[in-house]
């Protein structure tokens, strides 16, 4: 879990005083922010104020906005629990885990609408496209890259992604028929090899 940032100085008093949960809050609130209002028109100020703090403990602890967007982004995909579930059995099905794992969270409806505003505020804001490749690359790609026996692996990590990423244009934004309205277990099933394929052929 990231660490309260501590070289902006601490919050005023009564911001301190939120307590233990302020932090989550604050998280919950930046989601909700970012999917309602998207990357643009959400600010520091909305977030603090949906939150119920003050807006130097989202300084505290986050930052920037795009600390905050950072943030969201992994509460929605929580690397640190996926990438060794989708790493840990090693090579074989590592295709139909990480389909599984994708389209699951796509499915969630607690982490749909935070993930449709990402996704929609990176391909109209650099800034938002910016956050969303760091995390794609430092926190998901590269620590898959990093165990895979294979010639480009990062690569082929980016491929990977590339393939889900549309799929969830298509499905999720844009809701092109049939791919919109498909069994999710027909989406793993077909894609699955795809991924396998590019993560693990030589």
């Known amino acids: ?7 902006r100085g601490r919050p005023p008093r009564d911001a301190a005083a939120e307590g233990p949960g302020a932090r989550e809050r604050i998280l919950e609130a930046a989601r909700a922010e970012f999917a309602e209002r998207g990357y643009d028109k959400t600010s520091v100020r909305g977030i603090a104020k949906a939150a119920g703090v003050d807006a130097a403990l989202v300084h ?5 906005k795009d600390e905050v967007f950072a943030a969201a982004i992994e509460m929605s995909f929580e690397p640190a629990l996926v990438v060794p579930a989708v790493l840990g059995a090693g090579t074989e099905g590592i295709g139909e885990r990480l389909a599984r794992y994708f389209i699951g969270v796509w499915e969630n409806p607690a982490t749909r609408a935070p993930l449709l505003a990402i996704i929609r505020s990176a391909l109209t804001h650099e800034a938002a496209a910016a956050v969303l490749r760091g995390f794609v690359l430092r926190r998901l790609l590269e620590r898959i890259a990093g165990e895979l026996h294979v010639p480009d692996p990062t690569f082929r990590a ?10 969830a244009i298509l499905r999720y934004v844009v809701r092109v028929e049939p791919l919109a309205t498909a069994d999710p277990e027909d989406i793993v099933r077909m894609v699955a090899p795809t991924l396998q394929r590019y993560l693990t052929e030589a």
């Open 60 to 64: 505290h602890y986050f930052g920037t």
């Open 158 to 167: 980016e491929l990977a992604a590339s393939h889900m990423i549309g799929i």
């Open 1 to 7: 879990m990231t660490q309260p940032r501590r070289g």
